[in-house]
């Protein structure tokens, strides 16, 4: 089944402490992005991957890494978690890198940083 | 960057009624996608309109889209209790070289809300 996996489901941590929320695609996308969902501010973008090895900021970059090693996997990395990160976290992959295509979406991290 | 905006935030009816969202958007775009998220859940495509098109049907969907106006509607016909859920349009970018974006922005929705 084609489908873009995160995980974990919930994660509740301390703030300081290094966390990683995985994604994984199965469909051999190109285009692989992160978003966060907060009430009354929608979805907004953190960082997207046009390839293998080839990252760039969203809107919302600050506090998050990324890395592309692998075509499925895009990891979403907090070096240094703290409570305004608490949010609701997307993955998402499209075919093709000018989306022109629909992006698949993860069903979600919800993140507590205490 | 760019976002839509989704008008009414809430919208509640009955259902078989229809129902209609629109979006608005600031700058020139290649396309404009709707989506849907069951509460919580990940969001699921729904339809996606080309800049150069002016309406589509998915099912009991349509979409309008009027670049002119820098806005976009989805009609959702003879809604069912099932089409309870939030909807979000989408749209990328057009840079002066004409060359697209990358990025792809999010309003902040329409809840939608069918009464049985």
């Known amino acids: 089944e084609a489908q873009v996996t995160q995980n974990p489901r919930y994660l509740i941590t301390v703030t300081g402490k290094k966390l990683t929320v995985t994604c994984s695609q199965n469909m051999n996308h190109e285009y692989m992005s992160w978003y966060r969902q907060d009430p009354g501010l929608g979805l907004r973008q953190i960082y997207y991957?046009?390839?293998?090895?080839?990252?760039d900021k969203g809107d919302v970059p600050e506090g998050y890494k990324v890395s592309r090693k692998e075509k499925r996997n895009f990891p979403l990395i907090l070096e240094s978690p703290s409570p305004n990160q608490t949010s609701l976290y997307f993955c998402?992959?499209?075919?093709?890198?000018?989306?022109?295509?629909?992006?698949?979406f993860g069903n979600g991290t919800r993140l507590t940083v205490t | 960057s760019q976002q839509g905006e989704e008008d009414p935030q809430a919208l509640s009816i009955q259902e078989g009624e229809n129902a209609t969202m629109n979006c608005s958007y600031k700058t020139s775009i290649n396309n404009l996608q709707w989506y849907r998220q069951n509460s919580g859940r990940g969001l699921v495509h729904l339809i996606l309109?080309?800049?150069?098109?002016r309406e589509k049907h998915s099912g009991r969907l349509r979409v309008t889209l009027d670049t002119s106006k820098k806005s976009s509607s989805l009609l959702i016909t003879a809604s069912r209790a099932a089409d309870t859920a939030s909807y979000f349009c989408a749209t990328d970018a057009v840079f002066y070289s004409g060359a697209g974006s990358y990025q792809l922005t999010f309003g902040k929705g329409t809840k939608l809300s069918v009464i049985p």
């Open positions: 309109i080309r800049s150069n098109e």
């Open positions: 991957s046009m390839n293998v090895e080839v990252t």
């Open positions: 998402a992959s499209s075919f093709q890198r000018a989306l022109n295509s629909p992006l698949h």
